[in-house]
């Protein structure tokens, strides 16, 4: 019996292959607050597969401060896991690129090269929790400069942003591509936080999804959004880009 079969006791309906790519993971073990372990990469990684997503996108934490990661860091890892999903998920496919955290250091990696996937060199990038970071909409331009389309991750979980879709509205319009946490849609940080989500993709503000799996317990509310059907709605009305990309 399958993954998906064992935790819901029927397979369900929809799955993620309309999606085909996850933008956003933290699958790369040892390299900041993600999997621990290639083990445990290639349990959740299989689950991954199963449950419809074709090719999956490495986006490990490069930070000034708490995750100092570079292309040398990440790509020894980045290909040591390759190998051993080749040999044992035939039919996934794995692209490396970083989560980039908008911060002191960020101007650095844009001199040295940024680590982007995908067609149109795809940059993956974050803001601060607590505030953004002041010159957030220049380093963005800059990314956009370099010929390079940059992707602001989880615009639904920046509280200062929770009653401003201005920012948002903005940075849409300026061909910033906001991709939503499929966690949020499945309530794992809250029901303020889904209710967020499910606001800004019901206005056309979201262009794409990503898993941001760090462990299990990610893996495990991701799958379970399978069984609700305010999430299964979306995935069936095609609400994201996903798999235009790669
Ligand atoms: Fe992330």
Known sequence: ???LNNIFGTKPKTDFSVLQTDVHSHFL????????????????LKSMHEAGFRNIVCTPHIQAVHYQNSRETIMPVFEQLQLLVEKE?????????????????F??????????????NYVLTELSYFTPY???????QQIQMKGFKPILAHPERYGYWAKH??????????????????PSL??????TIRKRAFGLVEKGLVSLAGSDIHNANYLNSVLGGLQQRSLSKILEQNRFANCELM
Not at 31 to 42: H, N, P, Q, W
Not at 134 to 140: E, I, V
Not at 172 to 178: E, N, P, R, S, T
Request: proline content about 5%; aromatic content about 8%; charged content about 25%.
């Open 29 to 44: 073990p040892g390299l900041d607050d993600g999997c621990k372990t290639f083990e445990e990469s290639i349990r959740l």
């Open 186 to 191: 499945t309530d794992y940080y809250g029901s």
């Open 107 to 120: 101007e650095k990696h844009l001199e040295n090269g940024l680590m982007t996937f995908g067609k149109e």
């Open 1 to 3: 019996m399958s993954f």
């Open 89 to 105: 998920i035939p039919g996934l496919s794995l692209s490396v690129a970083a989560e980039y955290l908008l911060d002191d250091g």
């Open 134 to 140: 002041p010159r957030y909409r220049n380093l963005l």
């Open 165 to 182: 879709d201005e920012p948002i509205e903005e940075l849409h319009g300026a061909g910033i591509l906001l991709q939503v946490n499929i």
